[in-house]
Each structure stands twice: as C-alpha cells, then as structure tokens.
Nanobody, 110 residues
Framework: VQLQASGGGSVQAGGSLTLSCAAS?????MGWYRQAPGKQRELVAA???????DYADSVKGRFTMSRDNAKNAVYLQMHSLKPEDTGVYYC????????WGQGTQVTVSS
C-alpha cells in the first residue's frame, strides 16, 4: 500500500488548511497522526474498522475528516488552526500492517 499525502503549508492562527491522502488501494481504516517538534506522534483523526470517526480531543469541532472511496482518498479539513496544531502530519492506513505516507508540514503562526 502506498500513500501520498499533500496539502500542508503555513497559515496564521485562525486559518484553515485541507490535507489530502491518496492510497494505492481502498482501505477502510485510515487516518492522520501528527508530530510536533520534541513531542511524540499523536493520533489526530481516524476512520475505524467499526465505521466510526475518532478525533483527538484537541481538534474536535475544528477538524473534519472525510473520504472519497472512488479516489481511495481521505481528507482532513482543518479550521480555526492554532499554533499548537503545528507539526508534521502523517497519513496512515491499516490492513494487516501499518502503512505511512510521507509527512506534510503544517505551520500555524500566532
């Protein structure tokens, strides 16, 4: 499984960005992690095998994840961005193993 992530960038606090992740095949369990400088990678949003969408508490109400099964793609719409959202965002997929896309940098300035 290959994952191609895109859409990162630099915005001011309060701004919005949308990340995209295209998979080489259709996989149900996909989502996003992020890693801030000096911190561990943390789960941001996930489509689970139970057909639910989970979000980190820190992004609930601000981030929305969606998917386009025809394109094998998932999207992460990020609104009301905060400086603490800064980090490298990684798309992942899980099917018998973990698969990762290349990271995409998100920088939010105050």
């Amino acid at each position: 499984v290959q994952l191609q992530a895109s859409g990162g960038g630099s915005v001011q606090a309060g701004g919005s960005l949308t990340l995209s992740c295209a998979a080489s095949t259709n996989i149900k369990t996909m989502g996003w992690y992020r890693q801030a400088p000096g911190k561990q990678r943390e789960l941001v949003a996930a489509f689970t095998s139970y057909d639910t969408t989970d979000y980190a508490d820190s992004v609930k109400g601000r981030f929305t994840m969606s998917r386009d099964n025809a394109k094998n793609a998932v999207y992460l719409q990020m609104h009301s961005l905060k400086p603490e959202d800064t980090g490298v965002y990684y798309c992942y997929a899980r099917y018998l193993d973990w698969y990762w896309g290349q990271g995409t940098q998100v920088t939010v300035s105050s």
